[in-house]
């Protein structure tokens, strides 16, 4: 080798020593509900990385819930503290988006193109949408399904194969269950938390929230009074305990519950905790009006956070690599969500198969048809009215209160909370 050749050599080993081959973007990542998003979130941006490997994933401390979670971004919002991407519940999108936090995804859509061929069709588009602005791109979706245990419906005389269909049919067997006795319940009925599962009653009935131009309560009307009337039955015929949210799930993976209604999203955790010690099965939910009847959306969008120009094309990756096929295929097995990806629940290289294979799963897909947005109360006080909603209805599991009087008293606070024309 020439002395020239040897400087050249000396000098590019130099260069490899002080230059990074590239250069990296680090992303801090908010979510919400660690135990169903934890191992997700890991292997999504563990794969994120090997494809991008100029782009790092952190993540900052979970929230526990989705009302903490949107506590903790209104609280960082404009601050250092804040993240880069935050996972937001689909019913929270709208506050959010009133205080102008999110970054319209608009424009990364123009510029990207093709997202129809990468699997988001416009209704999957539009679930993470307010008026008209792009917010974020749905991550997990869900909606309420009935999980039961096959051997207390046996024992109560009913056929497991032949799950109910109605609600009256299911108060009819959880009354039989819960007259075997030995500490079993016949139903769990998730009314906690939020207003979502009052929602399935409601939209299941046909009704909606508010009125056409948000004015004035209309969840106090004829499917109102039917859904709080449904709640009452559930605790007077069909014996609906006052359980806790934890309570309700221990009881029910112990085998002490005959029927339990809650999201889509606790089936995989509910697989693993039930184990052997039951016969679990899955079916559609009961609509109070089978015809008109809708079911709520639960579940959270991507959401971009950072204003940094040089971050937000690595934000923009993520976001889209995390709500695409890859991501949805790690999201339905390792919860329970419905896949939010056409191209994901159609292709076998994700979860074409996985359906076929995994029974369980079937009834949260075969009620997406009946999928309507998760209502997102206008104004500031939207974490006041879930609360309000839900102590309301508290009084009727309780039986502290009739179910038109908690309706009535509902509607009251929930029209001095919405914000003035």
């Known amino acids: 080798m020439t002395l020239f050749k040897k400087a050249i050599a000396a000098a590019a080993v130099t260069l490899a020593t002080i230059v ?8 801090n990542v908010h979510y919400p509900m660690p135990g169903f998003f934890k191992d997700v979130m890991d292997t999504i941006s563990k794969k994120f990385m090997e494809e991008n490997p100029d782009i790092k994933i952190t ?7 989705y009302e903490e979670g949107i506590q903790t971004i ?15 519940g689909l019913n929270r999108l709208r506050m959010v988006n009133e205080r102008d936090i999110p970054v319209d995804l608009a424009p990364f859509i123009a510029k990207d193109g093709n997202m129809a061929e990468q699997g988001f069709s416009d209704n999957i588009l539009k679930l993470a949408q307010v008026k008209g602005k792009q917010v974020g791109l749905a991550f997990a979706t869900s909606n309420p399904i009935m999980y039961y245990n096959a051997d207390l419906v046996r024992k109560a005389g009913g056929n497991p194969d032949v799950p109910p269909k109605t609600w009256d049919e299911v108060i009819a067997l959880s009354s039989k269950v819960k007259a075997l006795g030995d500490g079993n319940e016949g139903i769990d009925f998730r009314w906690q938390g939020d207003d979502w599962m009052f929602s399935a009653l409601l939209f299941g009935a046909g009704g909606k929230m508010l009125n056409d131009n948000e004015s004035a309560v209309a969840f106090n009307g004829p499917e109102g009074q039917k859904a709080i009337e449904l709640l009452d039955r559930m605790v007077k015929e069909g014996g609906l305990p006052v359980f806790t949210k ?12 005959g029927f339990a209604f809650q999201t889509t999203g606790a089936l995989r955790n509910t697989i693993k905790n039930v ?12 609509l109070i009006d089978p015809v008109n009847g809708k079911l709520p959306t639960g579940g959270n969008a991507a959401v971009m956070l950072t204003r940094d120009a040089a971050k ?3 934000a923009w990756k993520f976001i889209k690599f995390a709500a695409g096929p890859f991501g949805a295929s790690v999201v339905v097995p390792g919860t329970g969500y419905v896949p939010n990806n056409e191209l994901a629940a159609a292709s076998p290289e994700y979860l074409g198969n996985f359906y076929k294979e995994n029974p369980l799963f079937v009834a949260g897909l075969s009620q997406m048809p009946r999928m309507i947005p998760w209502y997102a109360f206008p104004g500031s006080n939207g974490v006041k009215v879930t609360q309000t909603i839900v102590e309301n209805l508290s009084r009727v599991v309780e039986q502290t209160a009739s179910p038109k009087e908690a309706l009535d008293d509902a509607a009251a606070e929930v029209e001095s909370l919405l914000p003035r024309s």
Not at 20 to 27: G, I, N, R, V
Not at 76 to 88: H, L, N, R, V, Y
């Open 74 to 88: 209104m609280r960082q919002a404009g601050t250092a503290e804040m993240p880069d991407i935050t996972f937001i």
């Open 275 to 286: 184990g052997d010690k039951f016969d679990l099965r899955t079916a559609q939910i009961p």
């Open 246 to 257: 934890q309570a309700g799930e221990q009881a029910f993976v112990a085998g002490k519950v």
């Open 312 to 314: 937000q094309d690595a």
């Open 20 to 27: 990074p081959a590239h250069a990296e973007t680090t992303l």
């Open 59 to 65: 993540f900052a401390n979970p929230s526990a819930t």
